[in-house]
């Protein structure tokens, strides 16, 4: 499967469709070289890399059902609604933890996409090109407005889905010749102005690179899924997609563990499929 690149998409809760597929992938050996991840899509892609099946799964689920992660209240106290470290700290090394050893002797590439708030562009972090490689998870999953930015060395970032929603562009770049894209809204979504535009532009009044992306993203996110169809139309990338939508911060346990179910047995059933994609 020499260059080809697997690459995933954000999108907070949804990504608990992109788990059910990478469990489903881990389950019928489809390895990639390359990944490639964005936001819960970066976050998602390190437990793949380390083969830790159904992680994603219940670490997401028990996440979204606790209060030291999530807590609309916080607002009161100017304090984020969502605890980051919450995920990082508690979950990856304690609770759940994540394999590190397996991760750093991982022979696949893997980057994960922030945003640089000075200039309002995307930046790509590679493991074992960086120390800490976990700051930069938790700078990609820096969604705005709703978690705290985070420092890597002297500069500032947030959620690399700001500026590269679905960052094909730089796999290819890299020198892969197939994409394998795992998407987090069904066929024929459009994405509008988001919601958060009005707080963001307020809370990030001093960078305005950064607000002027954020005004632009939902334009770049269709022009990048039409340039995905048309790429997918020549048999170069290949998408996975669900079929229903759910929130970003969903609390719903029932909507959760269906969207998971979806994805996995979505793969599972065009595993083959995906295989010859991947082989051609």
Same mark, same amino acid.
């Given at each position: ?47 793949? &890399? ?24 916080? @607002? ?6 969502? %605890? ?7 979950? +990856?090394?304690? *609770? ?7 991760? +750093?002797?991982?022979? /696949? ?6 945003? +640089? ?9 590679? *493991?074992?090109?960086? +120390? ?25 970032? &947030? ?43 307020? @809370? ?13 993203? %939902?334009?770049?996110?269709? *022009? ?5 169809? /048309?790429? !997918? !139309? ?5 998408? &996975? ?12 346990? !029932?909507?959760?563990? *269906? ?10 059933? /065009? ?10």
């Amino acid at each position: 499967m020499k260059n080809n690149a697997l690459i995933l998409e954000g999108g907070g809760m949804r990504g608990i469709f992109t788990s059910g597929v990478l469990d489903a992938f881990l389950e019928k050996e489809i390895h990639l070289p390359y990944v490639i991840g964005v936001s819960m899509g970066a976050y998602t892609g390190a437990s793949y &890399i380390t083969n830790q099946k159904c992680r994603n799964k219940e670490v997401l689920i028990e996440c979204m059902l606790s209060d030291d992660f999530f807590d609309i209240k916080r @607002v009161f106290t100017n304090e984020c609604i969502l %605890h980051s470290d919450f995920v990082f700290v508690m979950m +990856n090394k304690f *609770k759940n933890p994540f394999d590190y050893c397996a991760f +750093n002797r991982s022979t /696949k590439r893997f980057l994960a996409v922030a945003t +640089n708030i000075e200039t309002g562009r995307p930046e790509y972090f590679e *493991k074992n090109k960086i +120390n800490c490689f976990e700051k930069t998870l938790k700078a990609s999953c820096a969604y705005p407005g709703l978690t705290d930015i985070v420092k890597i060395s002297d500069k500032y970032y &947030i959620d690399g889905g700001v500026s590269d929603p679905i960052p094909y562009k730089k796999a290819l770049l890299d020198g892969n010749k197939k994409l394998l894209v795992v998407l987090t809204h069904p066929k024929g979504h459009i994405e509008r102005s988001p919601w958060y535009l009005n707080v963001s532009s307020v @809370v990030y009044k001093e960078y305005p690179n950064l607000v002027e992306i954020l005004k632009k993203r %939902h334009e770049k996110y269709n *022009k990048t899924l039409e340039e995905l169809e /048309k790429l !997918e !139309e020549k048999g170069v990338a290949y998408l &996975i997609r669900p079929d229903t939508d759910i929130s970003i911060l969903t609390r719903d346990f !029932e909507k959760l563990n *269906k969207s998971y179910r979806e994805g996995y047995e979505k793969t599972i059933k /065009k595993a083959q499929e995906i295989q010859l994609f991947l082989n051609r």
